[in-house]
């Protein structure tokens, strides 16, 4: 599938899509963009409890009205910031946001990669998109606690934009 290709699946809009947030329209700012499988998203996110909103998200999918992009805020050291990868690490997801949208998406398309946005937050840093290097993302794609920390997801977990 050509880089572009997935993007023509959903109709993805960051600033007045159905379900996003603030953050999606800076993340050139303050993260990263990639295409990630509904299955990825949904073993690093904390499981869907009810699923209220799937059902109109499956309608949203099938009427083409825009939807936004999920996030993940991903929990990493303090030492990636200045380029220190010796320390242990231990890097999980913090939180989540489109749980619902990557189920109906799953639903409705089975596993066509999906813009995802990925933000970072450490305990002592701030990020901003020139900080996160392509090392880092890197150690990112190979896998990471889910939100609930109790299980490792194997990378490659997505892929560039």
């Known amino acids: 599938m050509r880089a572009k ?3 023509r699946e959903y109709n993805i809009d960051i600033e007045k899509g159905k379900g996003a947030t603030p953050r999606n329209a800076e993340v050139d700012y303050f993260g990263f963009r990639v295409k990630m ?3 990825v998203f949904l073993k690093l996110a904390s499981p869907l409890q ?3 909103s799937v059902e109109f998200f499956r309608q949203c999918i099938r009427d083409r ?3 936004g992009p999920p996030t993940l805020t991903i929990e990493v050291p303090n030492e990636w910031r200045d380029g220190d990868f010796t320390s242990p690490t231990r890097v999980y997801v913090e939180s989540h946001e489109g749980r619902n949208r990557m ?3 799953k639903l409705e398309k089975g596993e066509v990669p999906v813009e995802t946005h990925i933000f970072l937050t ?3 840093k701030e990020w901003r998109t020139r900080f996160i290097t392509p090392d880092i993302k890197e150690f990112l794609n190979n896998g990471m606690l889910n939100e609930n920390k ?3 997801v194997e990378g490659p977990l997505y892929a560039a934009i």
């Open 37 to 39: 499988t509904p299955s």
């Open 103 to 105: 189920t109906a998406m």
């Open 150 to 152: 109790v299980a490792f």
């Open 5 to 7: 290709e997935f993007l």
């Open 50 to 52: 009810d699923g209220q």
């Open 65 to 67: 009205t825009p939807v």
């Open 122 to 124: 450490s305990p002592n």
